[in-house]
């Protein structure tokens, strides 16, 4: 049996992964979860692994995979809004193809997405990258690789996400995204940046995941969505 908390924790980490392709940091699941310190998250997660619900990755930032879910919950995020509740999964729902999960796309790879190089400058027609076809899976079980492209991460500003210098990322080409993923965004159609995207009024706030570094806020005009994270590939 979980505990309530262990549960609530188990829920945000799923709806983050289903989300934006990484789980939530400490200091928003201690946050998420109403706790004064990560100690307490650092308590729960051992508790989640040590029941089997969860394995952290090695050698990886803030890595943790779902392995399963109390019975009768599904893996998938939740659709209401508002946080991360259990439901039950539908009989009716198509069942992703396992062998098609096995198998590879290639998707162009744009080159390294660094401050200051305009997305457009990122292409190269000659660069592509294999990647895992259930990367791609939506949540019906259908695989879609229209709008997909790869990028290579150059910097540490996102380290705290579990993203690395030299990781390549999985984007889907959108012009908007939720308050809270990870997008590709480009700044007055000069700078693509990969970060946190958060709304703020009239402005857009681009948050890195590194203490480091600060977080940048301008006038939503001058933000474009270029895509979002849905991803991560990495070479040991």
């Known amino acids: 049996m979980l505990t309530r908390k262990q549960k609530e924790l188990l829920f945000l980490i799923r709806d983050r992964l289903a989300a934006d392709g990484v789980p939530p940091s400490f200091d928003e699941m201690k946050d998420a979860l109403g706790l004064k310190s990560k100690s307490g998250i650092h308590r729960l997660i051992m508790g989640l692994e040590e029941r089997g619900f969860i394995k952290r990755l090695p050698h990886r930032a803030r890595a943790l995979d779902i392995i399963k879910m109390p019975e009768g919950i599904d893996t998938r995020t939740s659709a209401r809004k508002g946080g991360s509740v259990p439901r039950e999964v539908p009989k009716d729902l198509p069942m992703p193809d396992m062998a098609a999960i096995a198998q ?12 200051g190089t305009p997305i457009e400058a990122l292409r190269d027609p000659n660069g592509s990258i294999d990647v895992p076809l259930g990367l791609l899976a939506s949540h019906r079980g259908h695989f879609d690789s229209e709008g997909h492209y790869a990028l290579e991460i150059s910097g540490d500003s996102m380290i705290e996400a579990g993203i690395m210098d030299g990781d390549r990322v999985i984007i889907r080409s959108c012009n908007t995204a939720e308050n809270g993923s990870i997008v590709v965004a480009l700044v007055d159609d ?10 703020e009024g009239g402005q857009i706030a681009l948050e890195p995941a590194n203490k480091n570094y600060e977080t940048r ?17 990495r070479s040991y």
């Not at 000069?190 to 709304?199: G, I, S, V």
């Not at 301008?218 to 991803?231: C, E, F, I, N, S």
Request: net charge positive; proline share 5%.
């Open 104 to 115: 590879s796309i290639n998707l162009p790879l744009y080159g390294r997405i660094a401050a």
């Open 217 to 233: 806020r301008l006038p939503a005009d001058r933000v474009k969505v270029q895509g979002k994270l849905v991803g991560l590939l």
């Open 190 to 199: 000069q700078e693509a940046t990969l970060k946190y995207l958060k709304r």
